[in-house]
């Protein structure tokens, strides 16, 4: 896994994974538009769909600065978002085109909480 660093490279070229071709171990960061995907990534650390905009289900409660998808992640201790469902979360992600970039996992099982979500054209498949 790679703990140092741009979580996205500034060359924007990395290796894009599904539900139905993973990752290779070789690529420390990898993206996904799967749902599939990042839902598992977010199971494996106990994360919860979650959102700082303003929705049909709420009030925003912080800026985020990311366009109006506000799609982000609670996790366990560390929840300063407002929750939202499955369904409300890839609706948002999709609406507004975007790709979850995130630390590969290594094979210690060490898991990374480092994720980031950019606009999809950010990125650009090599490989996968």
Do not use: C
């Not at 790679?2 to 994974?17: A, I, M, Q, S």
């Amino acid at each position: 896994m790679k703990y140092d660093g741009e979580l996205l490279p500034e060359h924007r070229h990395l290796t894009g994974v599904s539900a139905e071709s993973p990752a290779g171990q070789s690529a420390d960061v990898v993206f996904t538009r799967d749902h599939d995907v990042i839902e598992q990534w977010a199971r494996k650390r106990r994360a919860e769909p979650a959102t700082g905009e303003a929705t049909n289900t709420g009030p925003a409660t912080m800026n985020v600065n990311d366009g109006g998808a506000g799609v982000r992640f609670n996790f366990p201790g560390a929840g300063v978002y407002r929750p939202i469902t499955w369904e409300e979360w890839f609706a948002n992600f999709d609406r507004h085109e975007l790709a979850f970039v995130y630390d590969n996992d290594d094979q210690s099982g060490r898991l990374s909480n480092r994720y980031r979500i950019v606009k999809a054209s950010e990125v650009t498949e090599l490989g996968g």
